[in-house]
């Protein structure tokens, strides 16, 4: 079974701090997926990652960055967090089969749900 | 503006009865058609995929079908249980990138 892992299922951070948000998949998958999601909205990409030291910016990737410097992980940064940032974070993996999100299918983590105060 | 839309988005059922919810796409060109089930609390899980060709996919007491014509799905949900309550998920990929749908939001009650 393809298991991925989120450091924390919760979070509370204060405006201004920086925060990691941990990804850890265990399939050997080459893409890895950071997705926010909030009430009424479908899920939205941050960043994506095909490749270690690879990534992509996706759709809402200002106030972001990330970091994959091992295969199996990969890093989800808030340089400086602020309230509109609230939300619930997923990380997803899959195969490298296909570039970017569209080939095959994603497997997706429990979720972080950071509140930044 | 490639774009999925859910209905309802939300909906109450007994246990035991059936339900459909419908998902429309404009997303073009289109490739793969999926449906997720999300539990409060948890990432999405994949129930189905379907492509182009296909009509109809099943897991379970799931049924998912698609018209690629009128870019229309549905998932059609039998004999619902108390652990059918999540969120369902459709997404839409164009080949490199997905669109979600917001989701519909299932209760199955007693």
């Known amino acids: 079974d393809v298991k991925v892992t989120q450091s924390s299922r919760y979070l509370v951070k204060r405006t201004g701090e920086k925060v990691f948000l941990e990804c850890v998949q265990d399939?050997?998958?080459?893409?890895m997926f950071w997705y926010r999601q909030d009430p009424g909205l479908g899920l939205r990409l941050i960043y994506f990652s095909y490749d270690v030291k690879m990534k992509e910016k996706g759709d809402i990737p200002e106030g972001y960055s990330v970091s994959r410097e091992k295969k199996e992980r990969f890093s989800l940064i808030l340089e400086s967090a602020s309230t509109n940032q609230t939300s619930m974070y997923l990380c997803a993996s899959s195969s490298h089969l296909a570039q970017g999100q569209g080939g095959y299918e994603q497997y997706f983590g429990p979720g972080t749900r950071l509140t930044v105060t | 503006k490639n774009q999925v839309e859910q209905s309802p988005q939300s909906l109450i059922i007994l246990e035991g009865k059936n339900c459909t919810l419908q998902?429309?796409?404009?997303?073009?060109?289109?490739?793969?058609l999926r449906w997720y089930k999300q539990d409060t609390g948890r990432g999405p899980v994949s129930l189905t995929i379907m492509t182009f060709s296909e009509n109809t996919k099943s897991n379970g007491r799931y049924t998912a079908t698609l018209d690629a014509d009128t870019k229309q799905s549905s998932l059609h949900i039998t004999a619902s249980q108390l652990s059918d309550s999540a969120s369902y998920i459709c997404v839409v990929s164009d080949g490199n990138k997905l669109v979600f749908g917001a989701g519909t939001i299932l209760r199955v009650k007693s």
């Open positions: 399939m050997d998958h080459e893409n």
């Open positions: 998902c429309n796409y404009t997303v073009s060109p289109f490739s793969n």
